[in-house]
């Protein structure tokens, strides 16, 4: 597993290929391992800001997001595919889908250590600890999107030599980057409140809200705070 | 399987070999100049008889130290040695920044100073050797800890020469002047990040003028050096305190820079 992600972190067009290509047995399988390993090392540096039982459940949880967004959205990418007439099959398009998700999740395990020294020891209850966790995590995300997107437009080349696959890659992400951010929003709350930490599970309230209108919401606040709005 | 990851072959100057059947370029690009430093690095030798003989290494012969950990010799002896010199030498220098407090407070530093230093090397590992990775370094787990190290190792040393100083500095300041000696060992420490830094940050470019390729790249190092600098920095804030007296953990949560901008 170490060594088909070493690959595709310094060279995502090799590794993908190799993957692609069948060139190592269980491609698939051993990105989704790095994946989940990422995505759970990731989820424990979050929960270690409320700590307790906190830490499990979004250990748990992050792998579910990330793994459930690739599901939801993979019809649609695929889709994509169809429309781009790309000469993918269903199982290169996951292949290339979870290749993504074992860099993101990589990068992320990668900055854990550090993200969990910091959450462990902010004050708390504060809003401003919460609040800078918050910027630290969205900081690292998008960095780690970016090499994640970077990881699929190689894997896009690999499988698909010689034709133009910009607004597939483009298409892919701001479809993952729509469905992750609800999903991240029901499956709330990740760094814990500060404010309480009891509630570490949301169930209770049924997997409601929406991330975009409470975006709105808060938006409209701060708008009326400053003054605009009445 | 060849793929691009591996290694470029390399001549006896560091100059890239033709593979079998291919012609040498018309016109390579000329090779810049080497700075003095990287010629005496040239000129260094060094063999590792054993883990304890790799601070010698680290002083006298930077640039075979450097050679070693750019083609993976000994990696294993080097780990241990560099290890083990971070150790005691942030051993020893924890003793001295608690020796101002007291018996017991230096002792509590001297299991506290260490802590700090390698566990912000543990702390910054994993992200040092996945980004290189990322922008194509050539770097294996091995090669990420040992330069990882090296920072620690070589801040070490300037600590250990450094120590009897500050050691007796600790013993005959009076109580009153806390704040000159908070100072003096802000300074030292200090100096020795700034030698561990300098330390690797050549060897990145000395692998770069050797190899032609980049063994670690240097905006990644630049950023994850910023990192490491602050995760030391709340790490120490956390389990201090180092030069006060104090409990030996409070716990106590925070973020450096408050205490920096509002010392209670």
């Known amino acids: 597993m170490a060594a088909l992600v070493q690959i595709l972190l310094r060279n995502p067009g090799d590794g993908l290929a190799l993957a692609l290509n069948r060139q190592v047995a269980l491609p698939r399988t051993r990105m989704l391992v790095a994946g989940l390993c990422g995505a759970m090392a990731w989820g424990a540096a979050m929960g270690s800001h409320v700590g307790r039982a906190h830490v499990w459940i979004t250990t748990i949880k992050m792998p579910l997001m990330l793994l459930g967004t690739l599901t939801l959205c993979f019809p649609l990418m695929q889709l994509t595919v169809a429309v781009a007439r790309l000469p993918l099959r269903l199982h290169q398009t996951l292949t290339i889908g979870l290749g993504g998700v074992a860099v993101f999740a990589t990068c992320l395990g990668a900055l854990a250590p550090v993200l969990a020294l910091f959450a462990a020891t902010a004050p708390i209850p504060s809003m401003a600890s919460y609040l800078n966790l918050y910027l630290l995590c969205a900081a690292c995300g998008v960095g780690a999107g970016l090499y994640s997107l970077r990881a699929l437009v190689y894997g896009l080349r690999a499988a698909a030599p010689g034709t133009k696959t910009g607004w597939v890659i483009a298409a892919w992400a701001l479809l993952y980057q729509f469905t992750g951010a609800q999903a991240a929003w029901v499956l709330r709350p990740w760094i814990g409140s500060s404010y309480g930490v009891d509630g570490y599970w949301n169930l209770q309230r049924g997997l409601s809200g929406n991330f975009y209108l409470g975006v709105g919401r808060v938006f409209l606040r701060w708008l009326a705070e400053i003054g605009v709005l009445s | 399987m060849s793929t691009r990851l591996d290694p470029p072959l390399s001549n006896d100057h560091g100059g890239p070999v033709p593979a079998q059947g291919q012609t040498c370029p018309a016109q390579p690009e000329p090779t810049p100049p080497p700075k003095a430093w990287m010629a005496r ?174 063994l670690m790249d240097g905006r990644v190092l630049a950023l994850w050096l910023c990192v490491f600098l602050i995760v030391a920095a709340q790490l120490a804030h956390h389990l201090g305190p180092l030069v006060n007296p104090g409990d030996f953990f409070s716990g106590q949560r925070g973020f450096f820079v408050t205490a920096l901008v509002r010392p209670d």
């Not at chain 2, 002083?59 to 002896?77: F, I, K, N, P, T």
């Not at chain 2, 990420?144 to 070490?156: E, H, I, K, P, R």
């Open chain 2, 41 to 214: 690095w040239e000129a260094d030798t060094f063999t590792p008889c054993g883990p304890l003989a790799v601070g010698g290494g680290l002083l006298r012969a930077q640039g075979a130290v450097a050679r070693d950990l750019m083609r993976d010799r000994h990696g294993r002896l080097y780990c241990l040695g560099l290890l083990a010199l971070a150790l005691f030498a942030s051993a020893l220098y924890g003793a001295i920044l608690g020796a101002f407090s007291g018996p017991q407070q230096m002792l509590f530093a001297a299991i506290k100073f260490p802590v700090v230093v390698l566990g912000a090397c543990a702390i910054c590992l994993p992200s040092f050797h996945v980004f290189n990775a990322l922008m194509g370094a050539r770097l294996n787990l091995m090669q990420s800890t040992n330069a990882v190290l090296l920072v620690a190792a070589a801040a070490g040393l300037i600590l250990l020469a450094c120590a009897p100083v500050v050691w007796f500095f600790s013993l005959s300041t009076e109580e009153g002047a806390r704040g000159f000696m908070i100072g003096l060992h802000l300074l030292t420490l200090g100096v020795a990040t700034a030698f561990g830094v300098n330390l690797i940050w050549r060897v990145q470019r000395y692998a770069r003028f050797k190899d032609q390729a980049s």
